[in-house]
């Protein structure tokens, strides 16, 4: 059973289009983060947020924003997509509820930018 | 700061053998160690976990692992592999629970099972 969501699953849209991937969790987790996960499989870290009105940049480095207005909600958006933002983007939340930096994902929003 | 290797990008193996997928991690300060596997088109599930106390660890799906500190290791281990385990395996390291970490991924491993 899902505790975290992500929309829309797969997204194909044209260069120059704006876009909002949606992140909501369930859990209370206070952390929440957004990983871009190449082709080639590898994940990288690129928003956290610990906290309502706290975001921060992470070791990769996107043209892609986050907010975190209220606690269950961490939207990332691309104010004007390239094909190079073609990717599969996950976000994650961990917790008290979890455990220590125990990371529960969702299923992944896969974009693809002609 | 912290950082993982996975050695292997592939490792294929044949139904029923056992298996090792290989993590090395180097950090300044004691650490938090995690597997996570993702089956095909889903997101990341986490198998098991060190903390602290013992340096085996168990977890889902007959999955163990090892802590071993003077190695910096993190090794996963399954004594025999069904087909059902056939993903992609990602080790991960974060330097323990703050507001100041950061939880860190390998490169991952793809688990391929022949039957």
């Known amino acids: 059973e899902a505790d975290i969501y992500q929309t829309p699953r797969y997204l194909v849209i044209g260069t120059g289009k704006k876009i909002t991937l949606e992140c909501s969790q369930t859990m209370g987790h206070d952390k929440m983060y957004w990983y871009q996960q190449d082709p080639g499989m590898e994940l990288h870290l690129i928003h956290y947020s610990y906290g309502v009105n706290s975001t921060e940049k992470g070791d990769l480095s996107s043209e892609s924003t986050v907010s975190r207005i209220r606690t269950e909600h961490f939207p990332l958006t691309l104010e004007s997509a390239r094909p190079s933002h073609t990717s599969q983007y996950l976000c994650?939340?961990?917790?008290?509820?979890?455990?220590?930096?125990?990371?529960?994902f969702g299923a992944g929003s896969r974009l693809t930018v002609l | 700061a912290q950082s993982v290797t996975q050695l292997d990008s592939q490792v294929p193996v044949f139904e029923e053998a056992p298996v090792e997928l290989r993590c090395n991690y180097s950090?300044?300060?004691?650490?938090?160690l995690f597997w996570y596997v993702q089956y095909p088109n889903q997101g990341l599930q986490l198998l098991l976990k060190?903390?602290?106390?013992?340096?085996l660890v168990k977890g889902i799906n007959g999955f163990e692992a090892e802590f071993n500190k003077s190695q910096t290791s993190f090794h996963l281990r399954k004594p025999s592999v069904h087909i059902s385990d056939t993903a992609e395996y990602f080790c991960a390291v974060s330097g323990g629970y703050s507001s100041a970490s950061k939880i860190i991924f390998g490169s991952g491993t793809r688990l391929s099972i022949r039957p």
């Open positions: 994650a939340s961990s917790g008290v509820s979890s455990g220590a930096n125990v990371l529960t």
């Open positions: 060190y903390l602290s106390g013992s340096t």
């Open positions: 950090s300044s300060v004691s650490v938090y």
